[in-house]
Structures are given as C-alpha cells and as structure tokens.
C-alpha cells in the first residue's frame, strides 16, 4: 500500500451526513483528502485546505435504472460546481473549494424517505440476527441452571450469548436513534426548515457504543476460539 494512502474506519449512519461532512472537512485541514468513502475509507496525502462536503443520501435500489439515477443526478450536482468523489450505499460525497456554491438541496419527503428506508433494512437484519441467535442464550440459562461446567459453556453458549448482546444492543439503539430523527426530520418538513442530521458532536456517543458493541463481538470470538482449545 503507498504511503500516499491512508485508511480510516468511517462508520456513519443514514442520519449522519453532517458528521460525516464536518468529519471530510476536517480531514482535509489536516492534509488528507478523501479518496473512497465506505465502511474503511481511503484518503490520500495532501496540502492542508478548508473545503465544504456535501454528503446526500439517495434511495437505495436495485439494478441499472439505479446506477443511471446516480449518474444523473452526480451529473446535475457538477453541473452546479460541486465535484463527485465516491459513492458507497447511496451515500453520495461531493466537494468543493468555493463558498459561493448554493447547497445541494433535495425534496425533504424524499431525504426522509431515503433515511427510513435505508434504516429500515439495516434494522431488519440485525433484528433477524438477533433472533437467531436468541437460542444460544436460552442455552446459556439453561446450562447455568443445569450447573454444567464453565468450559462446556465456552464452547458455544457464553462466546455467542455476549455476540447476541452486542447485536441486540446495536439494533436498539439504531432503531432508537432513528425514530428520534425522524420524528426532528418530519417536524423541520412541515414548518418549512431544512432537515437537520447529526452532527460530530451529535453522533458521538453513538459511535462509541458502537465501538463498544463490535469490541463486544471481539471478545465474543476471543471466548469462542479459546472453548476450542480447553
């Protein structure tokens, strides 16, 4: 990997944009620009600069008539004077140097629809996992009612009890967090203001939970590993 390229964790919500813009923005004052965004985001090496990011959420869909909607509407956004960078689940990121360039404005009905729908399938799946793996904690009662061996529940029982924990815990407070944006986002609609999305200082404490949930799941396969070997 060049030197040249530096690579971060960006895990931002749905509800995230201007964090993840305030975020882009900062990086970039510190001399690295964004290059690829996604779940690790790659920057590159350069000058220190203040730049404005834009980061627009579109709503997710499936096949081609999806990628010519990017397309188009990438296209009308440059058209306006902002630059494309990169697209990762219909997080779209744009930049530019200038101040005189107007916002990307979109149909706030259409920015809380993308918003919910987006949430909505990461929900689903968490939840379904949640409930798959509920079996293993009833386990872990059962084993501690039977007074079976702390090895014996190693093996299984404690690693994916502490895995449905932390994914149980994750789906809660996303879901949580989203219908309190929602409720904000529908009451800025009607009274004519803009959508507001958490900002840095906003989606703080949910990525610290979120750190913790997947450090959670560290632990969970630690445990798991070492019920092989005892």
Known sequence: MSKDIVKRITLF???D?????EYFSQMAQKGLMLKKYGVISHFTRCL???LRFSVQLLMPERGENYENKVR??????????WTFISNSSGMCVFVTAKDDIPDIVTDPQERIDAVTRQSRNGAVLLWLLSVIMLPFLLGLISGIVEKRSFQE?????????ICWASLLTMTVIRTVRFLKWRKAARYDAAAGRPIRYYDLRGARPYRVAL?????LLGVSLVLFILGLFI
């Open 48 to 50: 220190p600069q203040k």
């Open 17 to 21: 944009l201007t964090a993840a813009e």
């Open 153 to 161: 529940l190693l093996v299984n029982e404690i690693p994916f009890a």
């Open 13 to 15: 919500d749905s509800t």
């Open 72 to 81: 188009e509407y990438v296209g009308l956004c440059e058209q306006a004077g």
């Open 211 to 215: 750190g913790f949930c997947f450090a």
